[in-house]
Nanobody, 121 residues
Framework: VQLVESGGGLVQAGGSLKLSCTASGDIFSINTMAWYRQAPGKQRELVAALTTGGSTTYADSVKGRFTISRDNTGNTMYLYLQMSNLKFEDTAVYYC??????????????WGQGTQVTVSS
């Protein structure tokens, strides 16, 4: 599974931005997909996750402002993160993540290269 993010950029506080992640390879082995972020000097943290069953998880800091969604087209899967009412503290590199099965019992984790989101105050 390979992941490529896009959609990052510079936005003013209160603005919106939509991140996209394109997943290719054995997308039908994917279990959960998620967005993580890492701000300078901080650990990488979970922003939002979406299971194949449609269950979502959000960090408390983004609840009500961010929405995670997924779409399939042929052999490509797309993961989105719609971000609204952005705050300065949302500034970070955002990473797409996918946990996928390599056999009936084993999961591996794939990561994208990251996309920078900068919110100006």
């Amino acid at each position: 599974v390979q992941l490529v993010e896009s959609g990052g950029g510079l936005v003013q506080a209160g603005g919106s931005l939509k991140l996209s992640c394109t997943a290719s390879g054995d997308i039908f082995s994917i279990n959960t997909m998620a967005w993580y972020r890492q701000a300078p000097g901080k650990q990488r943290e979970l922003v939002a996750a979406l299971t194949t069953g449609g269950s979502t998880t959000y960090a408390d800091s983004v609840k009500g402002r961010f929405t995670i969604s997924r779409d399939n087209t042929g052999n490509t899967m797309y993961l989105y993160l719609q971000m609204s009412n952005l705050k300065f503290e949302d500034t970070a590199v955002y990473y797409c993540n996918a946990d996928y099965y390599v056999d009936s019992y084993s999961l591996l984790s794939a990561w994208g290269q990251g996309t920078q989101v900068t919110v100006s105050s």
